[in-house]
């Protein structure tokens, strides 16, 4: 059964210091999304990508943020400067159109020391 | 703003009993969906059902079904024949339409008991 798939499943890095997260969204789906969920809270969305471009974001992802499709099968997720709250787990989805189930990977484990 | 809240913290269930997990949400929208996110210890999440908001029939997916209340702007879900993999958290989630967010609840935390 296709999947997304994310790596790595856990990532530690130094404050300042820039992280790329990587997800493979399952293959025939157009939309794309991150989402995070810091420990013991609720799953907040950060942002949508269609057609090459940010649909929709939220006020979580600032600057600091970025998102890029490189190769047409990769998805991957730039914090620039990482700060200490931005430890959490991230998710990445897709789906074949909006509206419809948004499948999920099983998330990164971001830790800022 | 839309938001949804699950004010079930910790649920608790033995084998082959029913259990209902409750959720409400706010929203001045008339047309959106309703999900029902599962994610077990392994992390993943996975889609356990889902509610078009016009439509008025409760949507059924196996032992899982959903009491949608338009007007009280409920929805809740109902597990049947509960089994020990259905420990897991539970998220409600909205969307409303022509937008790709998802609005998760805070999540309640369902254990199977044998």
């Known amino acids: 059964e296709p999947e997304v798939t994310q790596t790595p499943s856990h990532q530690v890095t130094q404050m300042g210091q820039e992280v790329i997260l990587r997800c493979v969204p399952i293959?025939?789906?157009?939309?794309f999304y991150w989402y995070r969920q810091i420990l013991g809270q609720k799953v907040e969305f950060l942002v949508s990508?269609?057609?090459?471009?940010?649909?929709?974001k939220s006020e979580i992802f600032d600057d600091q943020f970025s998102v890029e499709r490189p190769d047409g099968s990769n998805f991957t997720l730039k914090i620039r400067s990482t700060k200490l709250e931005d430890s959490a787990m991230y998710f990445c989805?897709?789906?074949?159109?909006?509206?419809?189930?948004?499948?999920f990977g099983q998330g990164t484990r971001l830790t800022v020391v | 703003a839309q938001t949804v809240t699950q004010s079930q913290p910790e649920m608790s269930v033995q084998e082959a009993e029913t259990v209902t997990l409750s959720c409400t949400y706010d929203?001045?929208?008339?047309?959106?969906?309703l999900f029902w996110y599962k994610q077990p210890p392994s992390r993943q999440m996975i889609l356990v059902i889902r509610?078009?908001?016009?439509?008025?029939q409760n949507a059924t997916e196996n032992r899982f079904s959903v009491n949608f209340q338009k007007a009280a702007k409920s929805f809740s879900l109902k597990i049947s024949d509960s089994q020990l993999g259905d420990t897991a958290m539970y998220f409600c989630?909205?969307?409303?339409?022509?937008?790709?967010?998802?609005?998760f609840g805070t999540g309640t935390r369902l254990q199977v008991f044998p």
């Open positions: 989805a897709s789906s074949e159109a909006g509206g419809t189930e948004a499948f």
């Open positions: 293959s025939n789906h157009l939309y």
């Open positions: 990508f269609y057609n090459n471009e940010i649909s929709e």
């Open positions: 929203t001045s929208e008339n047309n959106y969906y």
């Open positions: 509610q078009e908001a016009y439509k008025q």
């Open positions: 989630a909205f969307m409303k339409l022509n937008t790709d967010k998802l609005i």
